[in-house]
């Protein structure tokens, strides 16, 4: 069984920056992509980006390309969003979810494990 922990959410000014963390038990997380969704009330979960086994490819969604970063450290199990230039629409909660694959996806549909998940509030 695979769990994923989320941390490092909070409060922030719109302009601010925030990493998020996500540690992952089990010995085969360097096997597979991992990605950032998020989920605001009312709206639909999107996906913010995602990192293939190695840490080599990204992928982000397009209302965060060029403000957000997705790194990995396998050795620690854990995944990373860092998180710049920060708005109010970038208000909601982050999930972190672990791949069926290596790389990884846009689809949710293509996620098999999630954290629970932690809230981001971005102040105007």
């Known amino acids: 069984q695979v769990q994923l922990v989320e941390s490092g959410g909070g409060l922030v000014q719109a302009g601010g920056s925030l990493r998020l963390s996500c540690a992952a038990s089990?010995?085969?997380?360097?096997?597979?992509?991992m990605g950032w969704f998020r989920q605001a009330p009312g709206k639909e979960r999107e996906f913010v980006a995602a990192?293939?086994?190695?840490?080599?490819?990204?992928y982000y969604g397009d209302s965060v390309k060029g403000r957000f970063t997705i790194s990995r450290i396998n050795a620690k199990n854990t995944v990373y969003l860092q998180m710049n230039s920060l708005r109010p629409e970038d208000t909601a909660v982050y999930y972190c979810?672990?791949?069926?694959?290596?790389?990884?996806?846009?689809?949710?549909?293509?996620?098999?494990?999630w954290g629970q998940g932690t809230q981001v509030t971005v102040s105007s």
């Open positions: 979810a672990r791949s069926i694959g290596a790389f990884g996806r846009s689809s949710s549909a293509e996620y098999d494990y």
């Open positions: 089990g010995r085969t997380f360097s096997n597979y992509a």
């Open positions: 990192i293939s086994w190695r840490g080599s490819i990204t």
